[in-house]
């Protein structure tokens, strides 16, 4: 076969126009395409739940608008509370772990990717501490901070309230992953940069301060807060420590009005507190690929 | 003349691998040496290993006569006396060409920001970039960031420098301006050790220039005795593929 590029010598020039059948898909039409299969997507699931032999009981068990609000605002005449309040219970616990866990996780990374001699104890404590805990089922976590610390009987750690044993299990579990990340984005940082700054004779903890951790932040930051966003899920676990907040309160709910729209009620102020984070999260990925496509 | 740097029988392995086998050589003050070599030769790993980039597994390198396999030695005060600049040019990206240039005498030397401002600007004077100071590395050509890379070693006014292939990531069209400064700073008396391609560069500017050839120091010259009469047969082959 000859190397050349033009194959046949035939005297058209190639057709570029779509098919057909393709002009569906591309251009304007790909538009009217998109929205008519939103709209039957979004139909045949209506359907299924409304047709289905027991859509009319679901309906009544999990979308009672109604108890919906009831559920929400809650009830203290009868000794229901309101999964509105237990949302800020979730809420406060985020807050307090997530800032403990960007800490600590940042400690705990700092003392794996050190070099000191002094730190070598450190370092393999820290390493066994994220092989730990993140193997270690966070419900397990939860029992043992929250049961275990109150038996020990050593003083102020054994007298918190069973939100701050949730908030210590949830900040020790999530630190392990978090750290993780961090030291990926230490990694991600091309080795040049290293050895550049090395051999401008930066320490070595000048290096990671100034040349390493500034350009590992970039690459941390999406993977950080999907871990922010499981954490702020995982505050309804400290429930199993009778701690009340938007789940347990549901759950109250409903077996005293045998009714489930409780949790339904508190599954819509999960998605509302982390859409806006999930969503944010996906932004700043995006922005960061079309950074590194134009090469900035 | 004074011997700046020297290296003696080394000895490199990466596991199995002998990437320097038994190399000796010295670099005096004021004196330009041209590493050639075939890729893999192993220029860089010397280069490195002179920086405390690498350990050695035997023989031994002395900086200023003081050996640096010494336990009493601190390689950042060693490598604050050793400039290097890298193919990839290595600027940090998140700073600016000033910054770029400060981050060394500021955080390295510690010295004061208003002093190491002022002689940074004239180092990016002299290389015609004064108004790019405040633009982020990326902005810049190839040419230029490597002429940034250069200064901001000067910056740390070494004794010597190292300089690991710093044209071979350039567009033809701009290894002329970097070869340019590299030839002024040897006419200036800057002491290097310069691995290189450009057989005419290291012609002009090198007083002694060493091949190596899978990790052996095969010969060792003035640029006269090894482009126009080398001795050995993998010299004279190595010489015939690159013109
Ligand atoms: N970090 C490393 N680990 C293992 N082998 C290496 C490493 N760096 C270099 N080498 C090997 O050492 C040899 C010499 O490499 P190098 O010094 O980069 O040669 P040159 O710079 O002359 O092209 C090569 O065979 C290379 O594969
Ligand atoms: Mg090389």
Known sequence: ?296 | MEVVLELTDVVKRFGENEVLSGVSLSLHRHEVVCLIGASGSGKSTLLRCANLLETIDAGSISLFGQCLEDERIDPDLVRRHIGMVFQSFNLFPHLSVLDNILIGPVHALKRRKSEARDDALALLDRIGLTDRAHDYPDRLSGGQQQRVAIVRSLAMRPALLLLDEVTSALDPTLVGEVLDLLTDLAHQGTTMLIATHEMNFARDVAKQVVYLDAGVLVEQGTPEEIFTNPQHESTRSFLERVR
């Open chain 1, 1 to 296: 076969m000859s190397l050349t590029t033009d194959e046949g010598s035939s005297p058209t020039p190639p057709l570029l126009f779509a098919s057909r059948r393709r002009r569906l898909l591309v251009g304007r039409r790909g538009v009217i395409a998109s929205a008519l299969s939103s709209v039957v997507i979004l139909g045949v699931i209506v359907a299924v739940f409304w047709l289905a032999p027991g859509g009319a009981t679901v309906r009544y068990f999990f979308f009672n608008p109604h108890l919906m609000w009831q559920a929400f605002v809650g009830n203290p005449r009868r000794g229901l509370s309101s999964v509105g309040w237990g949302l800020v219970t979730n809420l406060w616990m985020f807050v307090v772990s997530e800032v403990l866990v960007l800490i600590f996780g940042l400690v705990i990374a700092w003392v794996r990717l050190s070099q000191s001699p002094v730190l070598f104890p450190f370092r393999v404590l820290a390493t066994m501490y994220t092989d730990v805990f993140r193997g270690v089922p966070i419900l397990l976590v939860i029992f043992m901070v929250g049961f275990g610390l109150p038996e020990l009987n050593i003083g102020f750690l054994s007298t918190q309230s069973p939100a701050v044993y949730g908030c210590a299990a949830l900040t020790i579990t999530y630190s392990a992953y978090v750290a993780e990340v961090y030291r990926a984005g230490v990694f991600s940082v091309a080795h040049g940069q290293l050895l550049a700054a090395r051999s401008l004779g930066l320490t070595h903890t000048a290096t990671m301060r100034r040349v390493i951790l500034p350009q590992a932040v970039r690459t941390v930051i999406p993977p950080l807060l999907n871990d922010l966003i499981s954490l702020q899920k995982d505050t309804a676990l400290v429930s199993v420590l009778g701690v009340i907040e938007a789940t347990r309160a549901a759950q109250i709910y409903g077996s005293t009005v045998f009714n489930f729209s409780g949790y339904t009620v508190a599954a819509i102020l999960f998605l509302l507190l982390t859409i806006p984070m999930t969503r944010f999260t996906d932004h700043l990925v995006a922005r960061d690929r079309t950074r590194r496509l134009a090469g900035v």
